[in-house]
């Protein structure tokens, strides 16, 4: 049970300072609580997924996916993604071994492919942007641009994240807390990976072949 310790400072003639002595987050409603959330984000990407699919045909006149997509790099941009998931796995049996350095390494590893895929995506929204295919040329591009611009800023969250992480095991090492943490960002992250293949096969590959 948390404690507060006012005490010291009430006899002292202080005013009373409020301090956790323990943190204590039990792992299974940590990891229940990741779970939920991930399910509520399911539903996000369920809902921008339908939308696309009744918007992804409504061109208005305008461009449509094949006119559009580079599917080359889209392959590239796919395989850097895929690959840090691969990584990130890495870092976990790392850190199964209590192998800090490696872990940190993996986890760096992991980050720039992230970094490349977010890069690799601006660089497609900059494109589109500069061909006059903005999310508010057609139905079909507003839905393409809120889909895929969701997950990457999903992606670029957990690059963030997981800079965080690898300051606080740099730091305190391998700890319980940090473990479970990583736990938390291995889901998140091989959740990414999941919905990306999506996209890429239903926005991506049925948009230009379809």
Not at 21 to 33: A, D, Q, R
Not at 83 to 101: P, V
Not at 182 to 201: E, N, Q, R
Request: glycine fraction near 8%; include cysteine.
């Amino acid at each position: 049970m948390t404690e507060f310790h006012t005490e010291r400072a009430l006899d002292e003639g202080q005013a009373p300072a409020f301090y956790l002595t323990e943190e204590h987050h039990p792992e299974g409603s940590t990891m229940l609580g990741f779970w939920l959330y991930l399910m509520s984000d399911c539903l996000i990407f369920a809902v921008l997924f339908a939308t696309h699919a009744v918007l992804g045909r409504n061109y208005a006149a305008g461009p449509s996916p094949a006119d559009l997509f580079d599917l080359p790099l889209v392959a590239v941009n796919t395989s850097m993604l895929l690959f840090s998931s691969i990584t990130y796995g890495f870092a976990m049996l790392a850190m199964e071994r209590y192998e800090k350095k490696a872990t940190l390494t993996w986890m760096a590893v992991t980050a720039l492919f992230g970094i490349a895929f977010v890069g690799l995506e601006f660089y497609e929204f900059a494109h589109l942007l500069h061909e006059g295919a903005g999310p508010q040329r057609s139905a079909f591009l507003s839905s393409f641009f809120t889909l895929v611009g969701t997950h990457g800023l999903h992606v670029t969250a957990g690059i963030v994240w997981m800079f965080v992480l690898m300051a606080q095991v740099a730091k305190r090492g391998l700890i319980p807390e940090n473990k479970r943490r990583l736990m938390c960002l291995s889901m998140f992250w091989h959740f990414l990976d999941v919905v990306w293949i999506g996209v890429f096969s239903f926005v991506y590959l049925m948009g230009v072949l379809g």
